[in-house]
């Protein structure tokens, strides 16, 4: 159980690229929220229940993962990524399709969102990266909170300004 919930339920363990894997878990349900015209506050919602829900994993699970991959932050680990896109998804899961923009422009919101947070999860600009030291499995969640704080902000701007 502990490795389906470190790995996402084995997006981690897909191979190439398993961050984008497991970033790809948030940006599905929003999608499928907007398809199935579920409320902005239910999306909302389960956003913060994936960022809650993921953190706790990615934090209380790091001895255990450390230990079974034999290293500090493994790429199979995904659960990281799962927080940080679902903050960066936040910027944009306020707004509903249809009514406040269309339906393209919404997608569009949020696989700019999705692009957004994994470059800044790959090239980790100063603090992101200086982030990463943070022990107890904090600096394997860190990075990827201050990447979707960051991507959030960027993709709040222009739905603010379409919305």
Same mark, same amino acid.
């Given at each position: 159980?502990?490795?389906?919930?470190?790995?996402?339920?084995?997006?981690?363990?897909?191979?190439?690229?398993?961050?984008?894997?497991? !970033?790809? #878990?948030? *940006?599905?349900?929003?999608?499928?929220?907007?398809?199935?015209? $579920? @409320? %902005?506050?239910?999306? +909302?919602? =389960?956003?913060?229940?994936?960022?809650?829900?993921?953190?706790?994993?990615?934090?209380?699970?790091?001895?255990?993962?450390?230990?079974?991959?034999?290293?500090?932050?493994?790429?199979?680990?995904?659960?990281?990524?799962?927080?940080?896109? !679902?903050? #960066?998804? *936040?910027?944009?899961?306020?707004?509903?399709?249809?009514?406040? $923009? @269309? %339906?393209?422009?919404? +997608?569009? =919101?949020?696989?700019?969102?999705?692009?957004?947070?994994?470059?800044?999860?790959?090239?980790?600009?100063?603090?992101?990266?200086?982030?990463?030291?943070?022990?107890?499995?904090?600096?394997?969640?860190?990075?990827?909170?201050?990447?979707?704080?960051? #991507?959030?902000?960027?993709?709040?701007?222009?739905?603010?300004?379409?919305?």
């Amino acid at each position: 159980m502990k490795l389906l919930l470190c790995t996402s339920f084995g997006l981690g363990l897909l191979p190439k690229a398993p961050g984008t894997w497991g !970033s790809l #878990a948030p *940006l599905f349900v929003v999608l499928c929220c907007g398809h199935f015209a $579920v @409320s %902005p506050l239910w999306l +909302i919602c =389960l956003l913060a229940f994936l960022l809650l829900a993921s953190s706790i994993v990615t934090v209380q699970l790091a001895p255990w993962y450390e230990a079974h991959f034999g290293q500090k932050d493994p790429g199979q680990v995904v659960s990281d990524e799962v927080a940080g896109q !679902s903050i #960066a998804l *936040l910027g944009m899961a306020w707004l509903e399709p249809s009514n406040q $923009v @269309s %339906p393209a422009i919404w +997608i569009g =919101l949020a696989l700019y969102a999705f692009a957004l947070f994994r470059l800044f999860d790959i090239w980790k600009p100063w603090i992101i990266d200086k982030s990463q030291h943070l022990r107890a499995g904090w600096g394997v969640l860190a990075d990827d909170l201050l990447a979707g704080i960051i #991507a959030g902000i960027l993709v709040l701007i222009p739905a603010l300004l379409l919305g």
